[in-house]
């Protein structure tokens, strides 16, 4: 069955220092792996999209990182600010080949940084 | 460009009602995908639409049912309307179905009293 999973559940930091989200992964075949950040009450906002090939994307203080074969993925968060504040999601996407946007979506990490 | 447009933003329903959520994609995206976001389930799939046609459909009963017109614009139905579909209502826009292009939309929120 085609899974993911994220882990921790929630996490609080203090403003400034930086945190990792970890992302594991059942689906397989896999086209690609992305991290959303929502914030409550909105819709998610894409940070990272990385494709099965790709190892490691940034996007300012976000950086993903896959492992394919071990069906992992982090997120690291540098310099945490308050506006970080959110739910950070991971998203795989099967083969596109099956005719269709299938997204199968995490339970997503709840980060609250306090200052 | 714009982003994706959903409307209404909030609602509140009477059990037994029905509703109706509009989602308009961004300019030249003619897939959109639905999704019930909820505490406890967290992002469910809904439907899919492409080219006015449904690809795909989750596992939610027949009284959730959407539509997708010529100019890409979906709308989502829901009937007889119960306490359970109090969420947060996602629409997601697409260029085509490679994937590789996802964007939501703000979402609506519907209250089921």
């Known amino acids: 069955k085609n899974q993911v999973e994220q882990s921790p559940q929630s996490l609080i930091i203090l403003e400034g220092k930086n945190c990792t989200l970890q992302c594991n992964y059942t689906v397989s075949p896999f086209s690609n792996l992305r991290w959303y950040k929502q914030d409550t009450g909105r819709g998610p906002v894409s940070l990272t999209i990385?494709?099965?090939?790709?190892n490691t994307k940034s996007n300012g203080r976000y950086t993903a990182t896959l492992d394919a074969d071990t069906k992992q993925s982090s997120l690291h968060i540098t310099a945490s600010q308050l506006s970080d504040s959110a739910s950070y999601i991971c998203v795989v996407s099967p083969s596109f080949r099956s005719g269709y946007n299938k997204l199968i979506f995490g339970a997503g990490t709840r980060l609250a940084v306090h200052p | 460009k714009a982003g994706v447009t959903q409307t209404p933003r909030y609602l509140i329903k009477t059990r037994g009602q029905q509703v109706t959520l509009s989602c308009s994609p961004i300019s030249g995206h003619r897939s959109v995908s639905w999704y019930q976001q909820t505490p406890g389930q967290g992002l469910q799939f809904l439907f899919e639409?492409?080219?006015?046609?449904?690809?795909n459909k989750g596992n939610f009963p027949g009284r959730f049912s959407g539509r997708q017109f010529s100019n890409s614009r979906s709308e989502m139905n829901v009937s007889t309307l119960e306490l359970g579909d109090s969420a947060l209502y996602l629409c997601?826009?697409?260029?085509?179905?490679?994937?590789?292009?996802?964007?939501f939309g703000e979402g609506s929120w519907l209250t089921v009293v």
């Open positions: 990385m494709t099965f090939s790709e």
């Open positions: 639409y492409f080219s006015e046609t449904q690809r």
């Open positions: 997601a826009s697409s260029l085509d179905l490679s994937g590789n292009t996802i964007y």
